[in-house]
């Protein structure tokens, strides 16, 4: 009875949800159907009431981690393997979410690794998945950025920050940003996750309190202006 329970208790956990299985999913949902990361992701963590904050936060930040870094998380793993049409999806995507955490993230490596590898079913991909991102680990201080010595500059900067060259080219002019330099400042600056402004109720206390109560709870909260 106890290896019963032990078990099912093993198979439960096997199914519930986690911060980097719910951003799997909602990456698959937006790159597999088209659909929004902001819809697909709200729905995801409704139907997980159980995720507590932390995981909630997580999955966030790699959603959109991985979103604003495709295309130079792409160009980095290109550099350890082989990635094609034959790479299904899914695979890629859980690639995408280990290089993301070992790159731009203070998971432990050997976290990073696994989880990712949890993510894919087939035992072939699993072995393939583990294979690239523990040489990640293990090289990403190797790793080349696009450089415009072997790129023309537009393809570098897009892939560098993941910004269609189209709209590069589009934004690049005397009207707008007259000068490679400010198109690079600006497509570096959609890169960076947007700041959230809040505003004190005066009634219930100072900005500098509210910044206060925010910073005790974890929050890089600032007073500006």
Known sequence: MLLLHHALALALALQAPTSRKIAHGVLLRCLRDGAFADRALSSALDRAPTLDRGDRAHA???VYGVLRHTSALDYSLKQLATLNNRTKLGTSLALGIGAYELLHMRTPDHAAVDQAVSLVQQSAQRRFVN??????????DTLTPPSEAALPPLTALAIATSTPEWLLSEVWNEELLPSL???????RATQQPPLIALRANACQGTRAALAAALRADGVDADVEG
């Open 181 to 187: 330099e400010e198109v690079s400042a600006w497509a």
């Open 131 to 140: 294979g690239v991102l523990r040489n990640m680990a293990r090289k990403r």
């Open 60 to 62: 966030t930040e790699l």
